[in-house]
């Protein structure tokens, strides 16, 4: 990663990448000289699983990949007493447009996450992990690989791990370019070779996930938190934070756009989004003013400018309508055109959807159809109400929430923004339909229809 | 053609798959890992190399081929020797990606999804690659990461792949001369 290493922001804190831009810092040598490395793991395993599990709950880590859900309350879902093998999932399937966090905790302290995905496997029972990387990162992988190399000639990692008789075996898993991957049970299909097509559920993964065992799926940065809470305590976390157990800790932001410094910053949870935006990422390009930012990836409804001053954490960005969804901040200044960021923002989905939820396969399509038609001032009224239907009729009606993904930013800027689209449009009556150019009897057909329309 | 030799595993990939045989419990989920080898070896997935695999993998070649054609990172026809990839979503394109692919299609003077005639490059737009914080950003090859564009960059990168140097760049080099990953 090319970000330069500059001075801190007296804000910033370096708590999941802690380390970052030290030399070698992706050694099991250097994470455990200078980063008390692999002590909460050591801890973790003599420890029972229940005391893991409450000290989690009481810090109030969330998980941090999208859906915010309280990352204790879900390790307390598997079974006491499982009959399948347990399975521990780490999600590195980065794919939400704006996200680089989870990237930057693999490539420089892959250590991190190795701790903490030993210290999960001990609270839920699993002797089994796998890290879900996009295929893309071959550094991550390579990074993490080399890691698990190193773990395992300690005896970190194996049938018999820090003496304790337990055991625990991690495997790198490439993913090959799919985003729905990224969405817990499409990654479970992929894990065991299928198309990532997203199961219904329930059964939950924690019942049954994974080759049909109770399965946990984490982000990267929640587990990569948990060394920090079992050596430090919940409280430590929590004081981290905006002090509350609701939006505990800190979290890496990606910021990207139309800002002078983007890059990635971690601050504490609650620290306020035109704080970010204005002392950390240095404002607005020169002579031009924020017109409005996504707070949570490309799937996060649109705030304004004048919404900036909202404390980023779960509850307040609900509030605002929004959602922290994978910390990922792009912003969007006065020089763009909404309706054009609209087109690009479905034109991903339209891409991304797997196919096999009509409402999703096609409404996406539907959508990004008909805002490129409405981009390139062919558009009509008809489309902009279209485009709302289509949303209103995909959103919560699939089997995943990649239409949801789509529907929320695309009617969020449809609705803040409705002048910047209606002044694209043309009136019905000069609206003269695309015909398709097809060979044989229906394209001479179409042919004839072209001519009477031109003349 | 019949004396065109038929795929089979290199000794490296048939030690790597022997090894993933025994991280799984069950064979099926060496399937996405497995590919990616034999893409690496073979540049792309041959129908022959797809059989093979379905063969070793206890599987229908439809199999197979229904999970690759999946995923965009898995080639189930011939590109380019170095397939230029740019990112088009929203934080590419507000650093100015598109300039960037504009530039390339003149400068090497072929339409996206296209090969140039002497088969050394093709286009691609993609959708995001993480690396919105230091856009716009080139993949070459599926994971070889060029960021922080300019067109000047963008020129000194094809002219280094025209002479098939820094096509493989050593990344541990260049993340210690801070300049890209």
Partial sequence: MSQKIQPLHPIEKRVLIAGYGEDKSWTIQHYEKNYKGYEAAKKAVSMPADDIIKTVKESGLRGLGGAGFPTGMKWSFIPKNPTKPVYLVCNADEGEPGTFKDRQIMEHCPHRLIEGMIAAAVAIGSKTGYIYVRGELRLAIKRLEDAINEAYAKNYLGQNIFGSGKAFDLTVHPGAGAYI????TGLIESLEGDRGQPRLKPPFPAISGAFGGPTIVN???????VPGILLNGAEWFIKMGNGTNRGAGTTVWGVSGDVQKPGFFEVPVGTKLSTMLNEICGGPLPGRKFKACFPGGSSSPLLKAEEFDVPMDF???AAKGTMMGSCAIIVV????SIPEICMRTARFYAHESCGQCVPCREGTKWTYKMLRR??????????????????DNMAGKTICVLSDACAMPVTSMLKKFPEEFEKLLIPESEFTPELPKVSGQLGSVLDAIRARQQS | MASEKKYEFSPEVEKRFQWLLTRYPTKDAVLLPILHLVQDENKWLTPDSIEYVAKRMDLSPARVREVASFYTMFRLNQKGQYVLQVCHNISC????????????????NIKENEITPDGKFSLERVECLASC????????????????LTIEKVDRIIDDLLKDKNAYPDYEKRISEGSVA
């Fill in chain 1, 315 to 317: 509850d307040s960005l």
């Fill in chain 1, 333 to 336: 200044d006065d020089s763009r």
């Fill in chain 2, 133 to 148: 914080g230091t856009a716009p950003v080139l993949q070459v090859n599926g994971w070889d990461y060029h960021e922080e």
């Fill in chain 1, 181 to 184: 991957c990224g969405e817990e």
């Fill in chain 1, 219 to 225: 982000n990267v940065a929640t587990l990569a938190h």
């Fill in chain 2, 93 to 108: 394109y507000l650093r100015g990606s598109d300039g960037v692919i504009e530039h390339i299609k003149k400068r090497l």
């Fill in chain 1, 374 to 391: 409405v981009c390139s001032g062919q558009g009509t009224k008809s489309d902009l109400k279209n485009v709302q239907s289509a949303c």
